[in-house]
């Protein structure tokens, strides 16, 4: 079956613009969540959103944003570009049965380089 | 606070040559502990999940152990196309059910033929 598919794979933005990714989940999982890699904070938990509701929250700014639609596929929005909002920023999914642990699955993951 | 760390950073090998990784945290309550590969420029690759202290699991040349404080996450007879960073991450019981990951900084294996 199809995995986690990400778009645009890369991105080029300058400082002040704002950018918008997309994530669309594997069939049937309701769960999405974000997470951004840079080479020296590794991967940090953005959000989770379940069934379009915002679940979970990371310590970023309020320049990022996301949204789950109700086909489960999700967007993240960053306002204001800085430089160091370059990273890899990589969507996950999965199943999220209520009060069960599931496995998350990533997508490839968008380079986004601000400059 | 929530915490992963692992170690080495860096492991670099022989191919043939067995050895461990491992990966300590600190929760209030664990939900879960994963194993993930990712190669350069992809995405991390789901490998293992780990409920309980005691629990073991294996997948070719991987084996997934874990204990109330540490995971390992042991290699045996590694071949060159085992090199890529092993990421460990888990889930904190205290936060609203959901896909919250707390990832450690990774421990990148080069495996020389």
């Known amino acids: 079956k199809a995995g986690v598919t990400q778009t645009p794979r890369y991105l080029i933005k300058t400082r002040g613009q704002q950018v918008t990714l997309s994530c669309s989940p594997i069939s049937g999982h309701r769960s999405v969540s974000w997470y951004q890699q840079t080479p020296g904070q590794g991967l940090q938990f953005l959000f989770e959103?379940?069934?379009?509701?915002?679940?979970n929250k990371g310590n970023f700014p309020g320049r990022f944003s996301g949204r789950q639609f109700s086909n489960s596929r999700s967007e993240m929005n960053v306002s204001t570009l800085e430089l160091g909002d370059s990273a890899l920023y990589l969507c996950a999914s999965s199943l999220a049965k209520a009060a069960l642990n599931t496995e998350a699955f990533f997508g490839q993951g968008t380079r986004l380089t601000v400059v | 606070e929530d915490q992963v760390t692992q170690s080495p950073e860096a492991l670099r090998l022989q191919e043939g040559e067995s050895s461990s990784l491992n990966c300590s945290y600190t929760?209030?309550?664990?939900?879960?502990l994963f194993w993930y590969r990712q190669d350069p420029g992809k995405g991390p690759e789901f490998l293992f999940t780990l409920y309980s202290a005691g629990e073991e699991k294996e997948k070719e040349r991987l084996k997934a152990t874990l204990t109330k404080k540490e995971s390992f996450l042991h290699i045996t007879a590694p071949k060159p196309e085992d090199s890529a960073t092993y990421l460990c991450a888990v889930q904190d019981s205290h936060y609203n059910q959901g896909g919250k990951l707390i990832f450690g900084q990774g421990t990148e294996l080069s495996v020389k033929p």
């Open positions: 929760v209030s309550g664990l939900r879960g």
């Open positions: 959103y379940f069934s379009e509701t915002q679940r």
